[in-house]
Each structure stands twice: as C-alpha cells, then as structure tokens.
C-alpha cells in the first residue's frame, strides 16, 4: 500500500521566505510526528499529533514554526522568514497509535535557506 | 527521557553477525527500546521494539538483560545492503500518555564491507 509521502521534496527558499510542507500520512493512521534532521545528526523532535489535536510541540525550535492537522490527516509544517539555520531535511512520520513506536517515514523534503 | 549511548561507528564484512549494543542506564518502568535502521537521503525505517528478555523478526534479534540498562541488536548474516544508521531509542509506550517523544542520538554507522 501507499506510504507517508512529503512535498516537496526539495526547497529552496531564500531567507526571509515562508515554506509550506506538505505530509501525507499513510491512511488511518492515528499519530503523526514531525523531525528536523541536520546533516550527520539524527533526527530531533519537533512536533506530534494525535489525529487533530497538537498534543506536543515542545521541539518547535521558535515561533517561525507552526503545524497543523486540521482534519486529522494531512499536516503541513510552515516556517515562516527562513533563515539560514532552518535547512535541514524535515521528515513526517505516522504512526497507527496503540503501544509502539513503530513510525513510518517519508522521504523527507530537503530545505535550503540561501 | 532517558538518553541512550551507542558507538559512532562499526565495520563488519560481508556474511558476519554484527551486534550493536546501546546503553540506557536511566531506563524507566514504562519505556521500551525501539531499533530504527536509516539509509542515505531515506527516511529511517522501524526495525525491532522489545521491553525485556529477547524478541525476534525476520530482520533482526534484540536482547535485553534483564536490569534493562542495555541492549543489543543483533543482525545475522549482514550484506553490503546493510550498510546504515542504525538508532537505538527508549520511550514511554502508555497509549493514555501524550509524551509519545523520542530521543535520537546520533546513532551508529555500519559499514558493511565486501
């Protein structure tokens, strides 16, 4: 069946610029995380859903940051006025909920701020 | 949230078992250790979760002394295709609690040579 997807897959915005990204989680599914991953670093936590409800976003580096999942399924990370230390590649992972820790990841959208 | 420790890096070669072994020592009562396994520019895969003794898949084997305060991923028999990160995670697992978040390390690369 199909798996979480993100688009884009690459961006490149130029500082001061919004971003949208998308994230489609795989069907059904409960749960959806959102990572930063910088270059030879493991992914870090941003922000959780638990189908619309936003129950952590502690990792949410600043307040250029905002999520959301308003139907429970898609979810979209914005940043607003990029800067140069948001490039990283952004990874969205679901979950079906229950006991695990078992998530799905996307591919990943590559973001540059130049 | 308990940190885990866990070597940069291993060699091994082709037809070897390699075991990658991750220190918890502040494990709690309700985490359980979960293995992700992250290829260049690809979103980490779930490999094996287990809260105490051993469990077993068709991928990998994950053994948990029994104070819980490490533990080690066992992979049989690896290939060049095995070449990775590989992610050693502990985490809360009550379905009720809204602190679902991991921790990541900078996990251990393994390469696998011919």
């Known amino acids: 069946g199909a798996g979480v997807s993100q688009s884009p897959r690459y961006k490149v915005a130029k500082r001061g610029q919004d971003v949208a990204l998308r994230c489609d989680p795989i069907s059904g599914h409960v749960s959806l995380f959102w990572y930063q991953q910088a270059l030879g670093q493991g992914p870090e936590f941003l922000t959780y859903f638990q189908n619309e409800a936003q129950l952590d976003k502690s990792g949410l580096p600043s307040d250029r940051f905002f999520a959301e999942r308003p139907e429970g399924s898609v979810s979209t990370l914005k940043i607003q006025r990029t800067q140069q230390e948001d490039s990283a590649v952004y990874l969205c992972a679901s979950s079906p909920g229950g006991r695990t820790h078992e998530q799905y990841f996307g591919p990943g959208t590559r973001l540059t701020v130049t | 949230l308990a940190k885990t420790t866990q070597p940069i890096s291993m060699d091994s070669y082709e037809g070897q078992e390699v075991n990658i072994t991750c220190s918890h020592n502040n494990i709690a009562t309700n985490d359980y250790i979960t293995w992700y396994q992250q290829f260049p520019s690809q979103g980490p895969r779930f490999i094996i979760q287990?809260?105490?003794?051993?469990v077993t898949n068709e991928v990998a084997s994950l053994f948990i002394p029994a104070d819980r305060k490490s533990s080690t991923l066992s992979l049989p028999r690896v290939s060049l295709s095995d070449t990775a990160v590989y992610y050693c995670l502990v985490g809360d697992m009550e379905v009720a609690g809204n602190n679902r978040k991991l921790i990541w390390g900078l996990g251990t690369s393994l390469a696998v040579n011919p």
């Open positions: 287990g809260y105490k003794t051993k």
